[in-house]
Protein backbone atom coordinates (compact mmCIF):
# COMPACT_ATOMS: atom_id res chain seq x y z
CA UNK A 1 0.00 0.00 0.00
CA UNK A 2 1.95 2.80 -0.93
CA UNK A 3 -1.30 5.59 -1.05
CA UNK A 4 -1.94 8.04 1.50
CA UNK A 5 -5.60 9.05 2.12
CA UNK A 6 -7.35 12.18 2.70
CA UNK A 7 -10.51 13.04 3.60
CA UNK A 8 -12.77 14.59 2.73
CA UNK A 9 -12.01 15.37 -0.86
CA UNK A 10 -13.99 18.73 -0.94
CA UNK A 11 -15.41 20.62 2.14
CA UNK A 12 -17.22 23.74 2.46
CA UNK A 13 -17.10 25.53 5.54
CA UNK A 14 -18.66 29.26 6.98
CA UNK A 15 -16.29 31.32 9.15
CA UNK A 16 -17.86 30.01 12.43
CA UNK A 17 -17.95 26.35 11.78
CA UNK A 18 -15.46 23.83 13.34
CA UNK A 19 -14.07 20.82 11.10
CA UNK A 20 -11.15 18.50 10.50
CA UNK A 21 -9.23 17.45 7.74
CA UNK A 22 -8.72 13.90 8.41
CA UNK A 23 -5.30 11.90 6.18
CA UNK A 24 -4.38 8.09 7.02
CA UNK A 25 -0.95 6.19 5.62
CA UNK A 26 -0.12 2.88 5.75
CA UNK A 27 3.56 2.57 5.19
CA UNK A 28 5.37 2.82 8.42
CA UNK A 29 6.03 6.06 7.33
CA UNK A 30 7.38 8.15 10.43
CA UNK A 31 7.05 12.19 9.42
CA UNK A 32 3.69 13.68 8.37
CA UNK A 33 3.66 16.78 6.49
CA UNK A 34 0.52 19.48 5.70
CA UNK A 35 1.02 21.66 2.72
CA UNK A 36 -1.28 24.21 1.40
CA UNK A 37 -1.74 24.95 -2.22
CA UNK A 38 -3.49 28.28 -3.88
CA UNK A 39 -4.83 28.04 -7.39
CA UNK A 40 -1.69 27.71 -9.80
CA UNK A 41 0.71 27.97 -7.01
CA UNK A 42 2.98 25.29 -5.79
CA UNK A 43 2.38 23.68 -2.46
CA UNK A 44 3.60 25.50 0.72
CA UNK A 45 4.58 23.85 3.80
CA UNK A 46 2.12 24.34 6.90
CA UNK A 47 3.21 21.62 9.76
CA UNK A 48 6.04 18.60 10.14
CA UNK A 49 5.48 15.90 12.34
CA UNK A 50 8.11 13.29 13.13
CA UNK A 51 7.19 10.67 15.16
CA UNK A 52 4.18 12.12 16.41
CA UNK A 53 5.68 14.86 17.58
CA UNK A 54 5.28 18.41 15.86
CA UNK A 55 9.18 19.69 14.70
CA UNK A 56 7.56 22.01 12.28
CA UNK A 57 5.23 24.91 12.38
CA UNK A 58 5.67 27.55 9.50
CA UNK A 59 4.38 30.17 11.38
CA UNK A 60 0.81 28.91 10.88
CA UNK A 61 -1.96 30.62 12.23
CA UNK A 62 -3.80 29.40 15.37
CA UNK A 63 -6.72 28.77 13.29
CA UNK A 64 -5.31 25.93 12.04
CA UNK A 65 -4.18 23.41 14.79
CA UNK A 66 -2.46 20.00 13.99
CA UNK A 67 -2.75 17.05 15.49
CA UNK A 68 -1.35 13.93 15.21
CA UNK A 69 -2.89 10.37 17.39
CA UNK A 70 -0.84 7.59 15.73
CA UNK A 71 1.94 7.27 13.36
CA UNK A 72 -0.85 6.84 10.97
CA UNK A 73 -2.83 9.38 11.36
CA UNK A 74 -2.76 12.81 10.49
CA UNK A 75 -5.59 15.60 11.50
CA UNK A 76 -5.95 19.16 10.66
CA UNK A 77 -8.43 21.25 12.68
CA UNK A 78 -10.20 24.21 11.53
CA UNK A 79 -11.68 26.85 13.12
CA UNK A 80 -12.93 30.48 12.51
CA UNK A 81 -11.63 30.12 8.87
CA UNK A 82 -11.07 33.57 7.01
CA UNK A 83 -12.25 33.31 2.96
CA UNK A 84 -8.36 33.54 1.95
CA UNK A 85 -7.88 30.06 3.59
CA UNK A 86 -9.87 28.47 0.74
CA UNK A 87 -6.71 26.14 -1.21
CA UNK A 88 -6.42 22.92 -1.36
CA UNK A 89 -4.83 21.13 1.58
CA UNK A 90 -2.52 18.25 1.20
CA UNK A 91 -0.95 15.71 3.32
CA UNK A 92 2.24 13.65 2.64
CA UNK A 93 4.11 11.34 4.27
CA UNK A 94 7.57 10.00 4.29
CA UNK A 95 9.82 6.92 5.71
CA UNK A 96 11.40 9.51 8.26
CA UNK A 97 12.78 13.13 8.13
CA UNK A 98 16.46 13.25 8.00
CA UNK A 99 19.27 13.68 5.80
CA UNK A 100 17.28 16.02 3.37
CA UNK A 101 16.16 13.44 0.61
CA UNK A 102 12.88 11.88 2.10
CA UNK A 103 11.15 11.48 -1.18
CA UNK A 104 7.45 12.63 -0.37
CA UNK A 105 4.28 10.48 -0.99
CA UNK A 106 1.16 12.97 -1.62
CA UNK A 107 -2.70 13.00 -0.87
CA UNK A 108 -5.25 14.08 -3.28
CA UNK A 109 -5.68 16.77 -0.83
CA UNK A 110 -9.00 18.31 0.52
CA UNK A 111 -10.27 21.34 -1.48
CA UNK A 112 -11.48 24.02 1.07
CA UNK A 113 -13.92 26.61 0.23
CA UNK A 114 -14.31 29.15 2.70
CA UNK A 115 -17.65 31.46 2.98
CA UNK B 1 19.11 33.13 0.01
CA UNK B 2 17.15 30.38 -1.10
CA UNK B 3 14.86 30.21 -3.69
CA UNK B 4 14.13 28.34 -7.04
CA UNK B 5 13.15 29.47 -10.75
CA UNK B 6 11.13 27.58 -13.37
CA UNK B 7 9.27 29.19 -16.41
CA UNK B 8 5.75 29.67 -15.28
CA UNK B 9 4.04 27.73 -18.56
CA UNK B 10 5.41 25.90 -21.60
CA UNK B 11 3.62 24.40 -24.54
CA UNK B 12 4.76 21.52 -26.85
CA UNK B 13 3.28 19.16 -29.59
CA UNK B 14 2.87 15.42 -29.47
CA UNK B 15 5.11 13.04 -29.64
CA UNK B 16 7.63 16.18 -29.74
CA UNK B 17 10.57 16.43 -27.20
CA UNK B 18 10.20 19.02 -24.29
CA UNK B 19 13.05 20.51 -21.56
CA UNK B 20 11.81 22.09 -18.70
CA UNK B 21 14.73 24.11 -16.79
CA UNK B 22 14.67 24.90 -13.22
CA UNK B 23 17.43 27.40 -11.32
CA UNK B 24 18.47 27.25 -7.70
CA UNK B 25 19.89 28.94 -4.68
CA UNK B 26 20.90 27.27 -1.35
CA UNK B 27 23.14 27.14 1.12
CA UNK B 28 22.78 23.17 1.97
CA UNK B 29 22.27 21.16 -0.95
CA UNK B 30 21.00 17.88 -0.80
CA UNK B 31 19.64 17.05 -3.94
CA UNK B 32 16.76 18.56 -6.10
CA UNK B 33 13.74 16.68 -6.68
CA UNK B 34 10.99 17.13 -9.79
CA UNK B 35 7.08 15.86 -9.14
CA UNK B 36 4.31 15.99 -11.63
CA UNK B 37 0.90 17.54 -10.61
CA UNK B 38 -2.43 17.23 -12.64
CA UNK B 39 -4.64 19.81 -12.10
CA UNK B 40 -6.46 19.22 -9.06
CA UNK B 41 -4.72 15.90 -7.91
CA UNK B 42 -1.36 14.67 -5.94
CA UNK B 43 1.97 15.63 -6.66
CA UNK B 44 3.86 12.66 -7.76
CA UNK B 45 7.57 11.95 -7.51
CA UNK B 46 9.06 11.78 -10.86
CA UNK B 47 13.15 12.45 -10.17
CA UNK B 48 15.78 12.84 -7.82
CA UNK B 49 19.29 14.21 -8.76
CA UNK B 50 22.15 14.41 -6.03
CA UNK B 51 25.17 14.12 -8.24
CA UNK B 52 26.19 15.79 -11.21
CA UNK B 53 24.62 14.62 -14.53
CA UNK B 54 21.68 12.60 -16.21
CA UNK B 55 19.42 10.12 -15.08
CA UNK B 56 17.09 8.49 -17.57
CA UNK B 57 14.23 7.13 -16.55
CA UNK B 58 11.94 5.92 -19.35
CA UNK B 59 10.64 9.04 -21.42
CA UNK B 60 11.76 11.25 -18.42
CA UNK B 61 15.08 12.16 -17.41
CA UNK B 62 16.47 14.50 -15.06
CA UNK B 63 19.83 16.45 -15.26
CA UNK B 64 21.70 18.04 -12.55
CA UNK B 65 24.54 20.96 -12.69
CA UNK B 66 25.65 21.33 -8.54
CA UNK B 67 28.70 24.08 -9.51
CA UNK B 68 26.01 25.98 -12.10
CA UNK B 69 22.37 25.65 -9.09
CA UNK B 70 21.23 24.08 -12.32
CA UNK B 71 18.77 21.14 -12.66
CA UNK B 72 16.17 20.25 -16.06
CA UNK B 73 13.76 17.60 -17.12
CA UNK B 74 13.08 16.16 -20.42
CA UNK B 75 10.24 14.70 -21.63
CA UNK B 76 10.21 12.93 -24.73
CA UNK B 77 7.87 11.60 -27.16
CA UNK B 78 5.44 13.77 -25.75
CA UNK B 79 1.90 12.72 -24.94
CA UNK B 80 -0.94 14.53 -24.06
CA UNK B 81 -1.65 12.97 -20.72
CA UNK B 82 1.94 14.57 -19.97
CA UNK B 83 0.12 17.83 -19.96
CA UNK B 84 0.54 19.26 -15.98
CA UNK B 85 2.67 21.08 -13.89
CA UNK B 86 6.33 20.55 -13.11
CA UNK B 87 7.67 21.06 -9.88
CA UNK B 88 11.16 20.80 -9.15
CA UNK B 89 12.32 21.10 -5.78
CA UNK B 90 14.59 21.00 -2.69
CA UNK B 91 15.06 20.52 1.04
CA UNK B 92 15.45 23.92 2.06
CA UNK B 93 18.57 24.65 4.90
CA UNK B 94 19.20 21.06 4.23
CA UNK B 95 16.90 19.72 6.38
CA UNK B 96 13.56 18.75 6.18
CA UNK B 97 11.45 21.86 4.87
CA UNK B 98 10.66 20.07 1.00
CA UNK B 99 10.50 24.01 -0.86
CA UNK B 100 8.72 23.72 -4.48
CA UNK B 101 9.58 25.89 -6.98
CA UNK B 102 6.81 27.88 -8.64
CA UNK B 103 6.00 24.74 -10.97
CA UNK B 104 5.78 25.10 -15.08
CA UNK B 105 2.86 24.65 -16.94
CA UNK B 106 3.16 21.99 -19.35
CA UNK B 107 0.08 22.32 -22.19
CA UNK B 108 0.75 19.35 -25.10
CA UNK B 109 -0.98 20.03 -28.11
CA UNK B 110 -1.89 17.44 -30.77
Known amino acids: DTEVTQTPKHLVMGMTNKKSLKCEQHMGHRAMYWYKQKAKKPPELMFVYSYEKLSINESVPSRFSPECPNSSLLNLHLHALQPEDSALYLC??????????????FGSGTQLSVL | GQNIDQPTEMTATEGAIVQINCTYQ??????LFWYQQHAGEAPTFLSY????GLEEKGRFSSFLSRSKGYSYLLLKELQMKDSASYLC???????????FGGGTRLMVKP
Open chain 2, 89 to 99: AFYRDAGNMLT
Open chain 2, 49 to 52: NVLD
Open chain 2, 26 to 31: TSGFNG
Open chain 1, 92 to 105: ASSQEVRAGNEKLF
